[in-house]
């Protein structure tokens, strides 16, 4: 029989707020499914990490003070039907900058708002600028370009979710190629700066388009990525073995812990109750879950509970106890 990986970014509740939440977060199938909780293991990193712990977890490497983001570019560009065959690449990503009262903070990619059509031109403006580099540039997705830069394989990088909300001076790349990076980032910026789309954007009310991010740069080298299969919203009979849920991500990122309650409950009717009607049907063997927060990573592996332990009720507290 199968087993089934849950991959719940942000799913750990925050510390400060677990006292309203035990009253408020109603889940009655992750409840039952934590019933049959049979283990249970959590690993932690340090607050200034350049990636997020199930981002780590996800490119197989082990949560011991790592001081890289995961080397997975090469992973997502075969995954978004790029063939590269050699050289050094690095995920690059549009993003908004907001300068504060005396720093600059990443907001948050997924409230960019950025179209194709809009991806795409500020991507050709991009490739010009890394041309006269001498860099090659390749697009993927709105959100996932891709720069090769063999010349900056010593570079350290950190993700754009581990850097998001924060004051970005800590998670800047740093090593060798860190002053022709800035170069490049700055000449992207000043082309970017007045351009039309980013005048219309700001007569709409989104956030201009205004630098670039640079992370996970990965050489021939495949880490041992987990394949997954992201969240539709729907969950479906023939569903892949590991799937991630990102629905979590932005509410936490962005401290909007109404939406996240609400996100939450909403999870248990679409996810947990049918996943916990297929356990106990013997479609699953066990669901194993793995929540997260900034730091902390938790996986709570879960059976089916015997018929005959009726009395056996499970709770919220695997939940809870993980923000302890």
């Given at each position: 029989?199968?087993?089934?990986?849950?991959?719940?970014?942000?799913?750990?509740?925050?510390?400060?707020?677990?006292?309203?939440?035990?009253?408020?977060?109603?889940?009655?199938?992750?409840?039952?499914?934590?019933?049959?909780?049979?283990?249970?293991?959590?690993?932690?990193?340090?607050?200034?990490?350049?990636?997020?712990?199930?981002?780590?977890?996800?490119?197989?490497?082990?949560?011991?003070?790592?001081?890289?983001?995961?080397?997975?570019?090469?992973?997502?560009?075969?995954?978004?039907?790029?063939?590269?065959?050699?050289?050094?690449?690095?995920?690059?990503?549009?993003?908004?900058?907001?300068?504060?009262?005396?720093?600059?903070?990443?907001?948050?990619?997924?409230?960019?708002?950025?179209?194709?059509?809009?991806?795409?031109?500020?991507?050709?403006?991009?490739?010009?600028?890394?041309?006269?580099?001498?860099?090659?540039?390749?697009?993927g997705n709105p959100q996932q370009w891709?720069?090769?830069?063999?010349?900056?394989?010593?570079?350290?990088?950190?993700?754009?979710?581990?850097?998001?909300?924060?004051?970005?001076?800590?998670?800047?790349?740093?090593?060798?190629?860190?002053?022709?990076?800035?170069?490049?980032?700055?000449?992207?910026?000043?082309?970017?700066?007045?351009?039309?789309?980013?005048?219309?954007?700001?007569?709409?009310?989104?956030?201009?388009?205004?630098?670039?991010?640079?992370?996970?740069?990965?050489?021939?080298?495949?880490?041992?990525?987990?394949?997954?299969?992201i969240w539709s919203g729907k969950y479906?009979?023939?569903?892949?073995?590991?799937?991630?849920?990102?629905?979590?991500?932005?509410?936490?990122?962005?401290?909007?812990?109404?939406?996240?309650?609400?996100?939450?409950?909403?999870?248990?009717?679409?996810?947990?109750?049918?996943?916990?009607?297929?356990?106990?049907?013997g479609k699953w063997h066990s669901v194993?879950?793995?929540?997260?927060?900034?730091?902390?990573?938790?996986?709570?592996?879960?059976?089916?509970?015997?018929?005959?332990?009726?009395?056996?009720?499970?709770?919220?507290?695997?939940?809870?106890?993980?923000?302890?």
């Amino acid at each position: 029989m199968k087993n089934l990986t849950l991959i719940l970014p942000f799913a750990i509740p925050p510390a400060e707020f677990l006292t309203d939440f035990r009253k408020s977060l109603k889940m009655p199938a992750l409840s039952q499914l934590f019933a049959g909780l049979e283990q249970t293991s959590t690993h932690s990193i340090d607050d200034f990490s350049p990636a997020l712990p199930h981002e780590y977890w996800q490119a197989g490497m082990h949560l011991q003070a790592p001081v890289n983001s995961p080397p997975v570019a090469w992973h997502l560009m075969q995954s978004a039907g790029i063939p590269v065959t050699e050289g050094f690449w690095f995920l690059l990503q549009p993003i908004h900058i907001h300068v504060a009262r005396d720093h600059l903070v990443l907001t948050d990619t997924e409230r960019l708002e950025i179209s194709q059509a809009e991806a795409e031109a500020f991507f050709a403006i991009a490739a010009e600028v890394a041309a006269e580099y001498g860099l090659t540039l390749q697009y993927g997705n709105p959100q996932q370009w891709f720069v090769r830069a063999d010349k900056w394989c010593e570079l350290r990088t950190s993700t754009t979710a581990a850097a998001s909300g924060h004051n970005i001076d800590i998670w800047m790349p740093r090593g060798e190629g860190e002053r022709q990076w800035r170069q490049f980032q700055n000449e992207i910026q000043m082309r970017w700066h007045d351009h039309p789309l980013n005048q219309e954007r700001e007569m709409r009310g989104l956030r201009t388009v205004n630098s670039v991010w640079i992370s996970c740069g990965a050489g021939q080298h495949l880490p041992s990525f987990q394949n997954s299969v992201i969240w539709s919203g729907k969950y479906h009979a023939d569903q892949h073995p590991v799937l991630q849920v990102n629905t979590l991500s932005s509410h936490a990122l962005n401290s909007d812990w109404g939406m996240w309650l609400d996100q939450m409950q909403t999870l248990d009717q679409t996810l947990f109750a049918p996943v916990l009607a297929e356990l106990q049907s013997g479609k699953w063997h066990s669901v194993t879950v793995l929540i997260s927060d900034s730091r902390k990573l938790c996986t709570l592996t879960c059976k089916k509970v015997p018929g005959w332990k009726f009395w056996q009720r499970g709770s919220l507290e695997p939940l809870f106890g993980a923000a302890a």
